[in-house]
């Protein structure tokens, strides 16, 4: 990849003689309307004119009050909500050349020479179609005198960049679209609704969600669902093995080849050899079996194992490998004629594009709107059309038509059935999350890793234990830790309540469905304290002895990575402590060193958002009230400044940021002349330890004695109700994936670090590590390695990526008082490779 992050001076004001016009097209997706915001505020910052096109394309080609002049109280109190404001409609006129000419008019007529396209890829194969076209479109305006040479020559090129808006997250380019996630949500939801009567009834139901010809949506949530079955598109099930045997042979020779079966592994190679054979069945290789077979031999397992619950999801473009589409009524008919269980459909169906978008879709449309009207604004008449993506934790521009290619060469391995190629192209992302889902539903673990009284062979011991505070994930990372342990053939044992309890002894041995229906709880069913190992190194060694672990999983917060520290650094002392030790880190406050991500961080940011909306919704019958809202995460500002983007915020005061009594006295003046303005509602966001003496009752007080007569003031410390709750499907699956990759990492060393009597000796500084996103990968680091990169003190890494997300936050509240007199400084990304971008 060759992004890279730097420094960037906005001048204010500095693209006056510039218009930009924004519109949505084809289906709506949540967090449309906070990319809309972005853009247009973003715009009017930088001094250009910025226009609605209301409906699409089909407004710009009817014109008139279609296309309308926005200013910053257009895009007040609509971050929050779902679909689009502005309209979206699918556009025949626009098709034709005739109707492209009238949108060129119309465009020209307001001087918009800059367009920012929110939509799929139809939308934006179409958006640059039309900047291909443009300057034809101007020269045959001119010639029918419907525009002036001047205006031919002041308006000669139309510059775009698309956002992708989309639930299917079927567009190669990006990791995510805008509203996948919160799509992601209302399924969820739903399952986790249905799971309820499912248990009570013994039922099994049968989810048909959205996704066209993508899969993303049913395979994420299959993962973190715990779906018994999913059937998606890119990888259709198997073929029954009839069907290849009568195909080999219509490709024989005329002369007859028997088939050779034997249970008997060399006698049916011999009588293979012998007899020609053209085809034979083996214990070793067994056949594929068709997917009726296969979901019914699932479903049975399940409910002989006492699971009361089954749940099957059903993307709506499901197929199978000759192209016939598999319906959730076929799956229903065969549940009920072979099972004859009480099988359920539920088509989730728009319920999907609905609701408020989540806090992910806001921060991800802000800062993708704000980036697409930057590129905009720097492009010049050589440049190419670019769609703004998600690269890790990154926004980048990347071409627009290449990524579209790639899209459309998805849809074209699939029409040719080269099932292998289409996962591929859909990206290394989807192929890690079809991969995972599968691994998880195995119908049972590998017979050659149990002896006949089903107990584990020539396994390895592993352990887990939380430290810290409870967060959401930590649940789903152990069931994934315990399943694919057991799948291994390894044993796992869960340490209840930490350090304490492993002192205590209070060790279990953790079976295959003594996790089941852990994903999607929230909090610890291990239990979890904050207690340290300092003091108490021989009495954890003494355990640890006993139990004969070999390699150890550390799931929790700061006390967890500072804990892990402290048990590496007694290996000379203690050779129970010379095993491979890994650390998830689990936390809403996402202040661990070596992540840009923690494990719950995103439901504790959702939680956060959520109580923000409705405390905005509260005040609606209240004219002129602004709120002081005080957030968890110790000296870490992320839940803060993140919520504050998601939430609109006027403000958001954090520990990383000093501020002055200056400062907030300034705002307190912003805040009044917004209410000036016609602005109902404020909101104040604090994180818990900003300051010492500005605290959030002083802040309230503040705003409450200067804003009498303007606006009153309420406040709400919204404390535990933010690591409460159910995880939300990014915790889900990253916790499902981190604890998978935890089980291959702890395997290897112990591996490599392993004697003949089974007694591992780990001592380097990379078998104690932490497993963190970095940069979009997985990446495991040497404890050692990031003592230098952490403020201990505060308990928060020395620097911190969403730091960069502050001028943002504050040029879309038009926080006045934090810019400079001619600007102000924001960290861009440059262009990178769309072969860098999963």
């Avoid at 661990?592 to 958002?609: A, H, K, R, Y």
């Avoid at 915790?731 to 112990?750: E, F, H, P, S, Y």
């Amino acid at each position: 990849m060759n992004s890279e992050n730097h420094q960037r001076f906005l001048a204010r004001g500095s693209q006056r003689d510039k218009g930009l016009a924004v519109f949505t097209s084809g289906g709506d997706s949540q967090g449309m309307n906070a990319a809309v915001r972005a853009c247009v505020r973003m715009a009017i910052y930088l001094g250009c004119k910025a226009y609605f096109i209301r409906e699409g394309y089909q407004g710009m080609v009817d014109g008139g009050d279609c296309i309308q002049e926005a200013n910053w109280a257009s895009v007040s109190s609509i971050i929050h909500r779902g679909g689009t404001i502005i309209g979206s409609a699918r556009c025949q006129d626009f098709r034709e050349r005739a109707g492209r000419l009238k949108a060129a008019n119309n465009l020209v007529q307001r001087g918009i020479t800059n367009l920012v396209v929110i939509g799929g890829d139809g939308s934006l194969t179409g958006a640059n179609l039309f900047r291909q076209e443009w300057s034809s479109l101007l020269d045959e305006l001119a010639k029918n005198s419907t525009i002036t040479a001047e205006q031919r020559n002041k308006y000669n090129v139309l510059h775009i960049v698309g956002l992708v808006g989309s639930i299917d997250n079927d567009f190669c380019g990006t990791d995510m679209t805008i509203g996948t996630d919160t799509a992601l949500h209302r399924i969820i939801e739903a399952i986790d609704a249905i799971a309820s009567t499912a248990y009570s009834h013994q039922r099994t139901f049968i989810m048909e969600v959205m996704g066209r010809h993508c899969g993303y949506l049913p395979v994420v949530a299959g993962i973190i669902s715990e779906a018994d079955y999913v059937f998606l598109p890119e990888h259709p099930p198997p073929q029954d093995w009839p069907d290849r045997l009568i195909l080999q042979l219509q490709q024989a020779s005329k002369r007859s080849r028997l088939m050779s079966v034997s249970s008997d592994f060399y006698l049916a190679i011999s009588a293979a050899i012998a007899t020609e054979a053209d085809f034979m069945l083996i214990p070793e290789e067994p056949v594929e079996l068709l997917w009726q077979d296969r979901l019914c031999k699932k479903l049975e397992q399940e409910r002989s194992a006492g699971q009361r619950l089954n749940i099957v999801i059903v993307a709506e473009g499901a197929m199978d490998r000759e192209g016939h589409p598999i319906t959730a009524e076929d799956v229903r008919k065969v549940i009920d004629e072979r099972l004859k269980h009480d099988a359920r459909i539920t088509v989730l169906g728009h319920v999907q594009r609905g609701g408020n978008p989540s806090a992910f879709d806001r921060v991800l449309a802000c800062r993708m709107g704000a980036e697409a009207t930057l590129a905009l604004m720097e492009a010049t008449s050589e440049s190419l059309p670019v769609v703004i993506s998600l690269d890790g934790n990154q926004t980048v521009r990347v071409p627009l038509m290449e990524c579209v290619e790639r899209t459309q060469a998805v849809a074209k391995a699939m029409k040719e059935r080269r099932w292998a190629d289409a996962v591929k192209l859909r990206g290394r992302s989807f192929e890690r999350n079809l991969e995972t889902y599968k691994m998880l539903t195995r119908l049972k673990p590998p017979k050659e890793c149990f002896d006949e009284n089903g107990k584990p062979i020539e396994g390895y011991r592993l352990a887990v234990m939380h430290i810290g505070a409870p967060a959401c994930g930590m649940n789903a990372a152990v069931r994934s830790f315990v399943r694919n342990a057991i799948y291994r053939g390894d044993v796992v044992y869960g340490v209840n309540d930490g350090i304490e309890g492993l002192i205590a002894g209070n060790v279990r041995e953790l079976g295959w469905s003594d996790v089941s229906g852990w994903v999607g709880q929230g909090g610890a069913f291990l239990g979890t304290k904050r207690t340290l190992p300092e003091g108490k190194f021989k009495e954890i060694a003494a355990r640890l002895k006993e139990f004969r672990i070999q390699g150890l999983l550390i799931i929790g917060g700061f006390e967890s990575y500072h804990a892990a520290g402290q048990i590496s650094d007694q290996r000379d002392n203690y050779p129970e402590f010379c095993i491979p030790i890994v650390v998830v880190p689990s936390t809403i406050s996402n202040n661990v060193p070596g992540t840009e991500f923690s494990l719950g961080c995103d439901t504790g940011l959702n939680e956060i958002t959520e109580i923000c909306d409705r405390i905005r919704q509260s005040a609606q019958g209240t004219k002129r009230r602004v709120f002081v809202i005080e957030t968890m995460g110790g000296y870490c500002g992320y839940l803060a400044t993140l919520a504050g983007l998601a939430g609109g915020a006027d403000a958001a005061y954090i520990y990383e940021e000093k501020f002055s009594i200056k400062d907030l006295q300034q705002d307190v003046y912003h805040m009044a002349s917004k209410m000036a303005e016609g602005v109902s509602r404020g909101l104040i966001l604090r994180n818990e330890k900003a300051s010492e003496n500005y605290t959030t009752d002083f802040i309230y007080r503040l705003y409450s004695e200067e804003g009498k007569g303007l606006f009153t003031c309420r406040m709400n410390i919204l404390g535990h109700m933010q690591q409460g709750g159910s995880p939300t499907p990014f915790d889900r699956n990253m916790g499902t994936k981190m604890a998978a990759k935890c089980v291959d990492w702890l395997a290897t060393q112990i591996k490599n670090n392993i004697d003949a009597n089974g007694v591992v000796n780990c001592k380097s500084n990379d078998t104690a590590t932490l497993l963190g996103i970095v940069s979009r990968q997985y990446r495991f680091s040497p404890l050692v390695d990031l003592i230098g990169e952490t403020n201990f003190d505060q308990r928060i890494p020395k620097k911190q990526w969403w730091l960069r997300l502050r001028p943002l936050l504050r040029i879309l509240a038009k926080h006045d008082s934090a810019y400079e007199e001619e600007g102000m400084y924001i960290t861009v990304e440059e262009e990178c490779d769309t072969d860098a971008v999963a």
